[in-house]
């Protein structure tokens, strides 16, 4: 998730994206092979997804409330 923290001080936020793993091991990966399945899947290659991260980055722009509103 991003964070844009505005000139005005208001947040905004950008919504959520996935960004696609494309290891081997990972079983969410379109590269992942449709042959690796069972025990030995679960022992060597990634099961779940990670946490989402988090950024927030400052802008030195009003928010686009704020331009709408007139504030320059």
Same mark, same amino acid.
């Given at each position: 998730m991003?964070?844009?923290?505005? *000139?005005?001080?208001?947040?905004?936020?950008?919504?959520?994206?996935?960004?696609q793993?494309?290891?081997?091991?990972?079983?969410?990966?379109?590269?992942?092979?449709?042959?690796?399945?069972? %025990?030995?899947?679960?022992? *060597?290659?990634?099961?779940?997804?990670? %946490?989402?991260?988090?950024?927030?980055?400052?802008?030195? %722009?009003?928010?686009?409330?704020?331009?709408? %509103?007139?504030?320059?």
């Open positions: 991003l964070t844009y923290v505005h *000139r005005c001080n208001h947040g905004v936020t950008s919504p959520d994206e996935l960004i793993c494309f290891g081997t091991k990972c079983i969410f990966s379109p590269n992942h092979p449709r042959s690796c399945t069972g %025990a030995e899947c679960k022992k *060597r290659c990634w099961q779940y997804r990670s %946490a989402p991260q988090q950024y927030t980055e400052e802008k030195q %722009a009003y928010c686009p409330n704020c331009v709408a %509103a007139g504030y320059h």
